[in-house]
């Protein structure tokens, strides 16, 4: 495991009392109380096309969850356009890609971050077959020992509506959440997206708005958590 420090400001570590880290925390509590049988420990992150914030949402979840005294890990599955090594300036030569090609050890492709009990997982080099290897055995097995490691581990994935990268991680997960950006994104859209959790029974946590037109002196961010409509 290697030292990090994060490149990219983070609203939840450079202003914990604002609104939208507020927001944040109000996330994590959702998912928290969503489910009072079942532990959700494993939880992926999407969204129906690219730039919509997904990425900076579960960085930002991530961190409120290791705010709160759990062991956590940010895995980028996203093997396609991977972001996590530029938020967090770290190296990609060992990540979720050459764990699951057997080029390093599990290990060896874990960072850990500036936040106490926050780990990450980078993405690694882009594979020539993205869904074959996320759909494989080793990544089931890769899932289930992390989940022996960790309190909560928080996947960030590709685009629902670009690839099935997303789904097959659905599959692997004890839930998800769509991250639209309602600035930009349409309703057919967005319920596409939702169409395509549904169709491999995916455990839709909720949704989280971001972009949505508030008054003029307000931030231009606002986060929703609950069930989709069908």
């Known amino acids: 495991m290697s030292q990090l420090k994060s490149k990219r400001q983070l609203i939840t570590l450079s202003n914990p009392k604002s609104p939208i880290s507020e927001a944040y925390r109000s996330l994590r509590t959702n998912i928290d109380f969503s489910s009072i049988d079942e532990k959700l420990q494993v939880i992926m992150v999407s969204s129906a096309g690219p730039g919509e914030g997904k990425s900076t949402t579960i960085t930002n979840l991530a961190i409120t969850f290791a705010q709160s005294e759990r062991k956590v890990i940010l895995i980028d599955a996203d093997l396609r356009k991977p972001t996590a090594h530029h938020t967090f300036s770290i190296s990609n030569r060992h990540g979720l890609s050459t764990v699951l090609s057997q080029q390093c050890t599990l ?99 909720g949704v989280v708005l971001n972009n949505v037109k508030r008054r003029a002196k307000e931030e231009a961010y606002y986060y929703y958590y609950g069930a989709p409509e069908k």
């Open 107 to 205: 290990d060896d492709a874990i960072q850990n971050t500036n936040v106490p009990g926050m780990d990450v997982m980078t993405s690694g080099f882009i594979p020539p077959n993205p869904a074959e290897m996320l759909n494989s055995k080793r990544m089931t097995a890769l899932i289930q020992e992390l989940r022996e490691k960790y309190d909560v581990v928080l996947i960030d994935t590709p685009p629902l509506l670009a690839v099935t990268d997303a789904q097959i991680v659905a599959t692997k997960s004890d839930g998800a959440i769509l991250v639209v950006d309602q600035g930009r994104v349409k309703r057919e859209i967005a319920k596409k997206a939702v169409h395509n959790l549904q169709t491999v029974n995916a455990r839709i946590l």
